[in-house]
């Protein structure tokens, strides 16, 4: 497996406009998560999802960032209107069953880095 | 979730063993040691893990005293190319919240020649 793939891997935009992130998981994963990385905050843990489905969202900072899973293969992470405080790195992970517990680990993206100007 | 609390940064040289302590004083019955690496421009990525005692890998070995309120994870003869930040999670995956990896500040390691 080519492991999680995140598109694009940079992405520059202007204040205002709307951004789309996307992410195919490891197949056969039944968690997708979606992460975003900053020097001041670190990681944070912006929602996650079981078999498609948003189970937690409490990450997500305000009503301009959504998520969305449409089916196992894909999921996305839209910013409207983007700001420059949005700046960072967002990763998305997969995992199959509980992570954190027994043998279970997440596999991480290589990351989107987003630049707001 | 538990808290840990583990040093900010720390220095080495190539060849040598360096371990890393994490605190977590407010371990679960049900929790797990997790230790996962994050190199610039990456991911994380899962090292180890381990409830007591030690585990061993090709990678890592992780070191549990008895109270499991704290961790050491030591990388064997260090090179330049384990210079990365290292992060310690405990949990079960269920409790605090559902299935969420929490990540806390981590331990940024710079090997030097």
């Known amino acids: 497996d080519a492991g999680v793939i995140q598109s694009p891997r940079h992405e520059v935009t202007e204040m205002g406009q709307e951004v789309t992130l996307r992410c195919k998981p490891i197949?056969?994963?039944?968690?997708l998560f979606w992460y975003r990385q900053t020097m001041m905050r670190g990681l944070e843990l912006l929602i996650y999802?079981?078999?498609?489905?948003?189970?937690?969202d409490s990450g997500m900072p305000e009503d301009r960032f959504s998520a969305k899973m449409p089916n196992a293969s894909f999921s996305t992470l839209k910013i409207q209107p983007s700001e420059p405080r949005d700046s960072a790195v967002y990763f998305c992970?997969?995992?199959?069953?509980?992570?954190?517990?027994?043998?279970?680990?997440?596999?991480f993206g290589q990351g989107t880095r987003l630049t707001v100007v | 979730l538990a808290k840990t609390t583990q040093p900010i940064s720390m220095d080495s040289y190539e060849g040598q063993e360096v371990n890393i302590t994490c605190s977590h004083n407010n371990i679960a019955t049900n929790d797990y040691i997790t230790w996962y690496q994050q190199f610039p421009s990456q991911g994380p990525r899962f090292i180890i893990q381990g409830y007591k005692t030690k585990v061993t890998n090709e990678v890592a070995s992780l070191f549990i005293p008895a109270d499991r309120k704290s961790s050491t994870l030591s990388l064997p003869r260090v090179s330049l190319s384990d210079t990365a930040v290292y992060y310690c999670l405990v949990g079960d995956g269920l409790t605090g919240g559902g299935n969420k990896l929490t990540f806390g500040t981590g331990t940024q390691l710079k090997v030097e020649l």
């Open positions: 992970a997969s995992s199959l069953g509980y992570i954190g517990g027994q043998g279970t680990e997440a596999f």
């Open positions: 999802f079981n078999n498609n489905v948003p189970i937690d």
């Open positions: 197949s056969g994963h039944d968690y």
